[in-house]
């Protein structure tokens, strides 16, 4: 069995599907792995050490995709996987529930394609789950970006030329980036305090040392049974931006990571809030790419609003891209040696993992959720359960 590790061809993207530490597992277990030539330069990884690994770089992009598996980290469209045939496999971040017409157009090729959004946050998947891992790197590099931008630093300074009194963070939203953001804020010094709309969150909160704002607010089901936030009603919607308002314009730096998989963000305070913000303050929007938790939010973009300035940065990982493809490259080995388990050449359809993130077989859609969003109906039929 051939596995191709292809160059990104989404603009700006900075990280590989697997760097070079990442193949020992996969050649022990019978891989071969085709490495598109310069494929991990982006990330500081040349072709010599992935052949020092066990990979051979081929020169083309053709070459590579003639693998029966082929692994990249993100397709935003399926022009540059056109090429894709029946009964090959494909594994990266398609965003099928943010943008499924790409997953739609990818099922004609015939090739069957897994999503690693999909992961189940499950136990057993933990060590698959790219979104965590992403998050992590998210949450840290919001962080820095706040430190670099707030015109005072982050801790309590005692000098001779003063009292420097520490900056004022909060982190909305405590899952995985969140609690990142509240760690690594912590650690620079800051006062740090976090909000959820989830209560039992407050312990990991306090855990990392930030304090749990606490709201007039009774949020019914606010979790799924996956862990996500799940969305409230317009009436909480609007008690919530009212409450988090007085919160919002106390603080320096607010980082705001909330977001509902498959749904536009949810505004979490008003333009109101921010106009109340002391000139100088930074918010750092990590839903920006779903529509910004603040209302003012420009994806991609820096912009100022009464000396506000407001970041809506949506690839934070490939900023750190060394790293970011280590951790996605081991998400995206265990996911291949649970697919084919002991050596195997046939997927394991039975496995839930497997069925979880499976978005296109035999030439059409079969996820139901992503078939939904494309207005079809449920497949005819499905893999076996488990």
């Not at 003063?162 to 982190?171: E, R």
């Not at 938790?293 to 809506?312: D, F, K």
């Not at 970011?324 to 050596?343: E, I």
Request: net charge negative; aromatic share 4%; glycine share 8%.
């Amino acid at each position: 069995m051939q596995l191709a590790v292809l160059k990104e061809s989404v603009l700006g993207e900075r990280r590989v599907a697997l760097a070079p530490a990442c193949l020992p597992p996969l050649v022990k277990a019978g891989w071969e792995i085709l490495v598109e030539s310069g494929a991990g330069i982006p990330a500081g990884f040349l072709d010599d050490q992935y052949v020092e690994r066990g990979a051979k770089v081929v020169a083309t992009r053709d070459a590579a995709l003639a693998a029966d598996v082929v692994a990249a980290v993100r397709v935003t469209s399926a022009a540059a996987f056109d090429k894709l045939r029946p009964g090959q496999v494909l594994i990266a971040q398609l965003d099928p529930l943010g943008a499924p017409e790409v997953s739609a157009a990818l099922a004609k090729t015939g090739a069957t394609c897994f999503s690693l959004e999909l992961v189940p946050r499950t136990t057993r998947a933990q060590s698959m789950d790219v979104l965590s891992s992403m998050a992590t790197i998210s949450g840290y590099r919001a962080v820095l970006l706040a430190a670099v931008e707030l015109p005072k630093m982050f801790p309590l300074l005692m000098t001779a030329a003063g009292t420097v009194h520490p900056a004022k963070v909060l982190v909305l939203g405590a899952g995985v980036a969140g609690l990142q953001a509240i760690a690594s804020a912590k650690r620079l010094g800051a006062v740090v305090h976090g909000y959820d709309v989830r209560p039992a969150c407050r312990e990991q909160v306090e855990s990392l040392g930030g304090k749990f704002v606490t709201l007039d607010l009774e949020a019914t089901e606010a979790e799924d049974k996956g862990g996500y936030a799940k969305a409230q009603s317009e009436d909480f919607a609007k008690r919530q931006q009212a409450a988090l308002g007085k919160v919002v314009a106390e603080s320096d730096v607010v980082i705001t990571t909330a977001a509902i998989p498959g749904m536009r963000s949810p505004v979490l305070f008003t333009e109101e809030a921010v106009a109340a913000m002391r000139p100088g303050s930074v918010i750092i929007d990590l839903a920006a790419e779903r529509g910004g938790n603040c209302p003012l939010t420009r994806a991609g973009e820096r912009v100022e609003v009464n000396g506000v300035t407001i970041i809506g940065p949506t690839n934070l990982p490939s900023d750190v891209p060394s790293d970011a493809s280590v951790m996605f490259g081991n998400n995206v080995t265990k996911f291949l040696l649970n697919m084919y388990p002991k050596k195997a050449t046939e997927i394991n359809f039975a496995d839930d993992i497997v069925q979880e993130t499976l978005v296109a077989k035999d030439g059409t859609v079969v996820h139901p959720r992503v078939r939904l969003l494309l207005g079809e109906a449920p497949a005819a039929s499905t893999p076996p359960e488990v």
